[in-house]
């Protein structure tokens, strides 16, 4: 036992290894996944922020939970988009035919996501703190809010190694992130929801992203966290293994 586990690591090390110098040679994919939730950032705190009424003092604080989510939903695409051309150049069929743990290549890609979107998130973050942003929070709360993104990152990397491994075409592999990178306009991230129709009210008090930016808000501004906490955690963790297994599945597929 403890020699295949070792074996497991020691194979999933040279994995993430190969993701990561991937990521280290082309730093412009961090900045390009930055780039669109920081102008978002911007254009909403100095342009739209004064006629949006939050009830906060700092909308930039009310605003950065959406925005931190928005950059993960579009870093993950680039998962997609890399294992989609390790299975068109034939790279999967020939790792398989390697005395190693299947399973590390895909790990090997998703740890080298939530490596690269904590990166893009700490960028975010960084940017914020010049243009007002301040929590109260302590280390445990801070803590937190990272562990609750690593777990978003995680449910929806699994779903990019889904498209990444079933598209047909590149653009199709990266389309499934459309979706998700809009996901957070139709929630609580930059409006409270009591202004919303009742119908998109109902909708966006109940998909994932809003219990999500409800929980890491509270945690950033000291109050307390009440249910959204757990119903983020089941969310986050559901998607995760549900997305987990069908991946799986594809990669198996693909290998067969």
């Known amino acids: 036992m403890e020699t295949a586990k070792s074996h497991f ?31 978002m950032m ?4 100095y342009v739209f922020g004064g006629a949006i ?16 989510l928005m950059a993960i939903a579009s870093g993950v695409a ?18 398989r035919s390697m005395p190693i ?11 080298t996501s939530v490596v690269s979107n904590v990166i893009s998130v700490a960028v975010i973050v960084l940017v914020a703190l010049l243009i007002g942003f301040r929590s109260s929070a302590g280390i445990l709360s801070w803590l937190a809010v990272v562990g609750i993104l690593v777990l978003f990152t995680l449910a ?7 498209a990444g491994l079933s598209a047909k075409t590149v653009e199709g592999a990266s389309a499934f992130s459309y979706p998700l990178i809009f996901l957070p306009f139709i929630s609580s991230a930059f409006v409270p929801t009591e202004t919303m129709p009742s ?8 998909q994932p992203v809003t219990s999500i930016v409800e929980t890491i808000r509270a945690l950033l501004s000291s109050q307390p966290v009440g249910n959204d906490i757990w ?11 549900v997305a987990n297994r069908f991946a799986v599945r594809a990669y198996k597929r693909n290998a067969a």
């Not at 680039?78 to 790792?95: M, N, S």
């Not at 299947?102 to 998703?110: C, D």
């Not at 929806?156 to 889904?162: E, F, S, V």
């Open 9 to 39: 690591f020691s194979d999933m090390s040279v994995m993430l290894g190969r993701s990561m110098r991937h990521i280290f040679r082309s730093l412009d994919t961090i900045f390009t996944v930055c780039l669109t939730p920081i102008a």
């Open 42 to 45: 911007l254009l909403f705190v």
């Open 53 to 68: 009424e939050t009830g906060t003092d700092n909308y930039v604080n009310f605003l950065l939970p959406g925005i931190l």
């Open 78 to 95: 680039y998962v997609a988009y890399r294992l989609f051309l390790d299975k068109q150049r034939g790279i999967i069929e020939r790792f």
């Open 101 to 111: 743990a299947r399973s590390t290549v895909l790990w090997g890609h998703v740890l």
């Open 156 to 162: 929806l990397t699994w779903i990019a190694a889904i």
């Open 199 to 206: 119908v998109v009210r109902v909708f966006a008090e109940n």
């Open 231 to 241: 119903v983020a955690l089941a969310w986050c963790i559901g998607i995760m293994i």
